[in-house]
């Protein structure tokens, strides 16, 4: 047997070979045809490939569909959302700086913030998504990075985002950066909502996905895209990300291409269901307020109905800690079946987390407070039907 032959084996397959899916290309060590090549090759762009880190021709694809899907010109690959997140505070903040973050971002998010940016000195504040007018007053010369969050992470108000992006443009060196996670580039375009442009951008300058959420759909994978408009801006943080050695494996690249093309399906039969499901819980006498930005009378419904048609599939639900305690709704929690106990959304299972709101908000868009318990359901595919029977049998658990 020789061993080098199956090493260097002169066979190669034909260049030519077209599927219905992009192939999966696995590399750390990428070869170069000469130290010409090897000198001369340009890792900063998709001229090329360098080393497995800077990208193959699965990644790539990947980033290509994604900048498609958010309408924006280039997009970068994380291991999750949350590191994607962290790239965009690291690659813009430096020491005397400081972040302003919506009272109802996605918590890990907060806690950057709290700990390893005010680690390295740099500030934040948390300010009220709701109020416009109340951020143009905390804006000051030190603010670089404001970030938004639409509709906020679980207690689900829809911000006044033309608002607030509004606020933002008269601070032309303000970065903004939305987590685009709960609109997944359907709800509404963040670089294109009508705003007065700001270099080739007439939204938001950033725009961060968690794709373990949406474009996975399968519950099965963690990856996040930081996605930009402007080619400056992408550098930045293409540096930050090389520097870091942020990268993602092409088994996972390949499990978000092989969700991309049904996202936007798969994002309308959430939203069908939520709707319906926020409906009826609405009739519920158990609960004191249902959360979902396309009911009337939610937080910020108005907001939302400026941007959007589509919600997605997340419907929260405050019950009133006077009439029920957290215990109890625990038991309530406990009793569904076809929910199933768990974080994250976006698969095709129905997700169910119960959250203390005891300082969770500084801010108030819920009617009920400190002792209430908030519930998050996450709607999947499930048969409508059979989802409500479950919250129905739940529901009777929890009147006793
Ligand atoms: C899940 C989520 C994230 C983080 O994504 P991971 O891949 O779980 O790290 C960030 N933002 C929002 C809004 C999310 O829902």
Redesign the pocket.
């Known amino acids: 047997m020789d061993a080098t032959k199956l090493i260097h084996h002169p066979y190669k397959a034909p260049d030519s070979f077209e599927a219905v899916v992009p192939g999966v290309h696995k590399a750390s060590t990428v070869i170069f045809e000469d130290t010409a090549a090897l000198k001369n090759r340009q890792w900063k762009d998709k001229s090329g490939y360098t080393y497995g880190l800077h990208g193959t021709p699965t990644t790539f694809t990947l980033e290509e569909r994604l900048a498609t899907l958010e309408g924006g010109l280039q997009t970068l690959l994380a291991p999750?959302?949350?590191?994607?997140?962290a790239l965009v505070n690291m690659a813009i903040l430096r020491t005397g700086d400081e972040v302003l973050i919506p009272d109802n971002?996605?918590g890990?998010?907060k806690d950057f913030a709290r700990v390893e940016l005010a680690q390295w000195g740099i500030g934040h504040r948390f300010y009220d998504p709701m109020d416009a007018a109340a951020l143009a007053l905390m804006i000051g010369p030190k603010t670089r990075l404001l970030w938004l969050?639409a509709a906020g992470?679980v207690s689900l108000e829809f911000p006044d985002l033309l608002g607030l992006l509004n606020v933002a443009r008269s601070h032309p060196e303000l970065v903004t950066a939305l987590?685009n996670?709960?609109g997944a580039g359907l709800a509404f375009d963040a670089f294109d909502l009508g705003l007065p442009r700001k270099g080739d951008s007439s939204g938001v300058d950033i725009s961060?996905h968690?794709?373990?959420?949406y474009p996975s759909g399968g519950g099965d994978v963690?990856?996040?895209a930081v996605t930009t408009r402007d080619e400056h801006l992408h550098l930045r943080l293409k540096m930050t990300h090389m520097r870091l050695g942020l990268g993602v494996g092409a088994n996972d690249a390949e499990l978000v291409l092989r969700g991309l093309p049904s996202l936007a399906l798969r994002y309308a039969a959430h939203d069908a269901s939520a709707r319906r499901i926020a409906q009826w819980l609405v009739a519920r006498p158990e609960v004191a307020q249902v959360l979902h930005p396309a009911l009337p009378g939610s937080p910020g419904h108005a907001y939302w109905a400026q941007l959007c048609s589509a919600a997605g599939g997340l419907v929260s639900v405050v019950f009133d800690g006077q009439r029920f305690s957290a215990e109890r709704v625990d038991a309530f929690v406990d009793q569904l079946n076809l929910f199933k106990i768990g974080?994250?959304?976006g698969g095709p299972m129905s997700l169910v987390v119960p959250y203390s709101l005891r300082g969770m908000r500084q801010f108030g868009a819920l009617s009920t407070q400190a002792e209430s318990t908030l519930v998050r359901f996450a709607i999947g595919l499930e048969e409508t039907d059979h989802l409500i029977a479950d919250l129905a049998n739940a529901f009777n658990v929890l009147a006793g």
Do not use: I, R
């Open positions: 999750s959302g949350l590191s994607a997140l971002a996605y890990p998010n969050e992470s987590d996670t709960w961060v968690a794709l373990t959420k963690l990856m996040g974080y994250s959304w």
